[in-house]
């Protein structure tokens, strides 16, 4: 690990209760960052595997505190955009900047795409899509204020990369925050504010998709070889896409944006 990259700097995480989101304010507190963090901390209704609690956000806070960093951190539903703001501004007020935003809340179910309940649908892209777009709008006025660039980072999917069986909401909101990202880092360029998707194949966070067993093994002969990886490893581990998260947020990946990082474990070549 490259440490002290983020000395002196601040980033603000979504969905940072636990897994990738708990990872990721863990690894750039270890290189020095101070955290702004947020997450709902609250059961969804169309997902199968239990919310994140706000016990889960308490082991964020002391974990990162643990690393001798600041946290600031607040039960926020990245669906409510005036609330995001808030959470946001006074993490800055606290905090004293903004550098890097790391828009990782989201939500997954599964059914066949005809089947997607509207309530589905809806929750999927809210949280998904809409809130990704409410993370960047409530970021970027302070980056763009504070003159010294940035970097923002979107957790899409391999699912925003390619059509997935079984998730046609959730394929959905991973490809517009694909291109909401591509345009961003269009219009961001001239600020020195860099944008770029990272896209995770499976993640062990405890996010047991128990709707997906029953299709996939239904019908197992004719999609399940979509999902088959090309490395070893099953899955990765949230700590491998919070390593990622820490190259593209750091100096070190000045010369990046506009990317789609593939971190699939090989899915993709097939």
């Not at 507190?29 to 709902?40: L, M, S, W």
């Not at 957790?155 to 990369?161: D, E, H, I, P, Y």
């Not at 961003?184 to 998707?197: H, K, P, S």
């Amino acid at each position: 690990m490259t440490a002290n990259r983020y000395t002196g700097k601040v980033a603000f995480i979504t969905g940072a209760a636990r897994g990738q989101g708990r990872a990721e304010a863990v690894r750039l507190a270890e290189e020095g960052a101070d955290i702004i963090a947020v997450d709902a901390c609250v059961q969804f209704e169309s997902t199968s595997y239990a919310g994140a609690t706000e016990d889960d956000l308490a082991e964020t806070v002391e974990l990162v505190k643990a690393l001798d960093r600041r946290i600031v951190a607040t039960k926020t539903d990245v669906r409510d955009f005036s609330a995001l703001s808030a959470a946001l501004d006074a993490g800055i007020d606290e905090l004293g900047r903004l550098d890097v935003v790391v828009a990782n809340a989201g939500i997954c179910s599964a059914n066949m795409s005809w089947e997607i309940t509207p309530e589905q649908w809806q929750e999927t892209l809210d949280v998904n899509l809409t809130g990704v777009f409410h993370t960047a709008k409530a970021a970027i006025p302070h980056l763009i204020k504070q003159g010294t660039g940035g970097s923002i980072i979107f957790t899409s999917s391999v699912a925003g990369l390619r059509g997935l069986p079984f998730l046609g909401h959730y394929v959905a909101s991973k490809h517009g925050i694909t291109g909401l990202a591509k345009t961003m880092a269009a219009e961001l360029g001239q600020y020195n504010i860099r944008v770029n998707t990272i896209h995770p194949h499976g993640v062990e966070t405890g996010m047991q998709m128990t709707d997906m067993r029953p299709l996939i093994d239904a019908n197992a002969h004719t999609l399940g070889p979509i999902f088959m990886q090309t490395l070893p490893d099953p899955v990765s581990q949230p700590e491998d896409i919070a390593a990622a998260v820490a190259f593209l947020g750091s100096d070190e990946a000045h010369h990046i944006t506009g990317i789609a990082m593939p971190l699939d474990l090989g899915t993709l070549i097939r």
